[in-house]
């Protein structure tokens, strides 16, 4: 079933914190691990995925869904 981007970018970041009680982690992480599974779950058909990841990433922060930490690549889950 097709879901959002920030769905699915969201369900990425539960699933690379799971077993984090800081609940941190790197955009690295999410483009490592987690990108094919979001592009699969988005049935993306663009060739951007790692951009619209970064535009997503910035969405969730704006939305207070996760916090960024300036110059690191840093990213804390809030939810």
Avoid at 2 to 26: G, H, M, P, Q
Avoid at 31 to 39: C, G, H, P, R, T
Avoid at 61 to 71: A, M, Y
């Amino acid at each position: 079933m097709k879901v959002s981007w920030k769905t699915a970018v969201l369900e990425a970041c539960a699933r690379i914190t799971v077993n984090r009680t800081d609940k941190v982690f790197y955009r690295d992480e999410l483009i490592k691990y987690e990108l094919k599974q979001i592009v699969l779950d988005t049935e993306s058909t663009s060739i951007t995925h790692k951009q619209t990841l970064s535009r997503i990433l910035q969405n969730l922060r704006d939305d207070g869904k996760i916090e960024f930490f300036r110059n690191t690549g840093k990213y804390k889950l809030i939810l």
